[in-house]
């Protein structure tokens, strides 16, 4: 037998040990990076912001309109009367109470395919509106975030506009929006939707950014309507400058 050539097997076979052990290596770096990159995924969804303080609905009757709505409703009626310019002011706990509460068209816990979403809550900074609720995602609670904005135009039109859309910590705004809008797009195709509504219209201007006139009738009275001139979002109020349309 030749020798040599026993020895270049041998020693062919023992460089394969260290290429092995080296792509092993590369393989336990790159699943310890994707496990640590899939905890701090879940990390971030898990997060609880401290800002996020929901009204407990423990002392809430069913049905029973916020108080601080129907103020909110009464000077802005009684106000409208006098056919001048005027200004009304929502604080911020106020806000929360009748978000808490449902308003008028909703009620709380709302469920859709399987996702329930409940203890809401609204906080007021400078320039924000933000509005927050828990969802159950199949026993995982996760507290979803979305950041509003609002300004009328030179031109009278109100512009009301997504800013961010959070899961715990995490943005996904981009995504968030295109999924909205397809869901949008399709409710549409499939059934009539009355364009004039002003459901209609704060749908489209936060999907589509499309501003509209921003022209309400008072629940007291729907004859008696107002137009929107200004909205201020300051820390802990919402306050809107308001003129009576004859």
């Known amino acids: 037998m030749d020798s040599s050539k026993t020895e270049n097997r041998e020693t062919a076979g023992d460089s394969t040990v260290p290429k092995k052990k080296s792509r092993l290596k590369k393989l336990a770096i790159w ?6 990159v899939a905890a701090l995924v879940f990390i971030l969804l898990l997060y609880r912001p401290g800002r996020y303080n929901p009204l407990s609905p423990a002392g809430f009757k069913p049905g ?7 103020l909110f409703h009464s000077a802005v ?12 002011t929502l604080s911020e706990e106020g806000l929360n109470d009748i978000v808490a509460r449902g308003g008028l068209e909703w009620n709380w816990p709302l ?12 906080v007021l900074e400078p320039g ?20 509003l904005g609002a300004e009328v135009d030179e031109k009278g039109l109100l ?26 797009a399709e409710q549409v195709a499939a059934e ?14 936060l999907l589509n950014d499309e501003p509209f006139e921003p022209v309400f009738g008072t629940l007291i009275d729907s004859e ?18 308001l003129i009576p349309v004859q």
């Open 111 to 122: 469920e859709h395919e399987g996702v329930m979403l409940y203890a809401p809550a609204a």
């Open 159 to 184: 512009s009301l506009k997504v800013e961010k859309l959070k899961v715990g910590a995490m943005n996904i705004t981009p995504l968030a929006k295109l999924m909205a809008k397809k869901m949008y």
């Open 128 to 147: 924000t509106l933000a509005l927050m609720g828990t969802a159950d995602v199949k026993g995982v609670e996760l507290v979803v975030t979305i950041e």
């Open 31 to 36: 699943i310890s990076i994707d496990l640590a």
């Open 192 to 205: 009539p939707v009355d364009k004039e509504a002003w459901q209609t219209k704060l749908v489209a201007s």
């Open 64 to 70: 029973q309109v916020s108080p601080y709505l129907t």
């Open 224 to 241: 008696v309507r107002v137009r929107v001139q200004k909205v201020a979002i300051q820390k802990r109020t919402l306050s809107f400058r």
């Open 77 to 88: 009626y009684n106000s409208a009367q006098l056919g001048e310019p005027f200004d009304v």
